[in-house]
């Protein structure tokens, strides 16, 4: 899809990766919805504020209502709780699936309609290489984000009729406030918005961002025991 001229929404905008996809979008000259629980929290000049709080369905019905025109979704909001599965809050492993499921699911649904005005129209849900595998200190994150990765699938295929495109991004750490308190090699957040908002250009649907994600998407033919060797 062709990025320059369209219109685009980006949750969780006011910060980190998404940040860089609105940064980005507006250089590239996209007219950009710039998604925030707090909108006054948005600070990009000639980005559109918009509140939006994607596990309140209310918040996002009303998102959509104040928009139009939007061809190019990202669904980048997130939310890190570190709970355990077997241990953590319940509140928190809910808290995990209502915005990257269900979050993910309320907003593609409510612009789908707007997505169906345009010839040609995207979304790009940003996932994880913990979609595909999961550590203890991770796992109620790696479940909500396998379950992202399972809806971005269904939504490729039922909206692939209407010509919107669906890709999903895979990419490992990032050096954001998200995961400040991780100690491992991190990706650029900049680099990644570019190389992902570069494959949505070029039609890509499946986006492997950098080395971690492609080893482990390789092993995913090997089955549980290539993954979990231990």
Request: hydrophobic share 45%; net charge negative.
């Amino acid at each position: 899809m062709k990025l320059a001229g369209a219109t685009a929404l980006v949750t969780g905008a006011n910060r980190g990766l998404g940040r860089h996809f609105a940064q980005q979008l507006l250089e590239r000259g996209v007219t950009v919805y710039a998604g925030a629980r707090n909108p006054d929290s948005v600070d990009l000049p000639g980005a559109i504020p918009i509140a939006l709080d994607v596990t309140d369905p209310d918040s996002v019905a009303a998102a959509a209502k104040a928009t139009s025109g939007v061809s190019l979704v990202i669904n980048n909001a997130g939310s890190y709780t570190g709970a355990s599965v077997t241990k953590g809050s319940m509140d928190d492993i809910r808290l995990e699936m209502e915005t990257h499921y269900f979050g993910t699911l309320a907003v593609s649904r409510a612009f789908t309609p707007q997505l169906a005005e345009h010839d040609s129209s995207a979304i790009l849900n940003v996932l994880s290489v913990l979609s595909w595998v999961t550590y203890p200190d991770y796992s109620a994150y790696s479940a909500a984000k396998s379950a992202a990765w399972s809806l971005t699938n269904a939504l490729r295929t039922e909206l692939a009729g209407q010509g919107t495109q669906v890709s999903a991004l895979h990419v490992g750490f990032m050096d954001t406030d998200m995961i400040s308190h991780v100690d491992a090699p991190k990706n650029d957040p900049a680099t990644i918005a570019k190389l992902a908002l570069d494959a949505v250009e070029d039609g890509e649907v499946e986006i492997v961002a950098d080395e971690q994600s492609r080893k482990v998407q390789a092993g995913l033919a090997g089955g549980v025991a290539a993954l979990y060797p231990a």
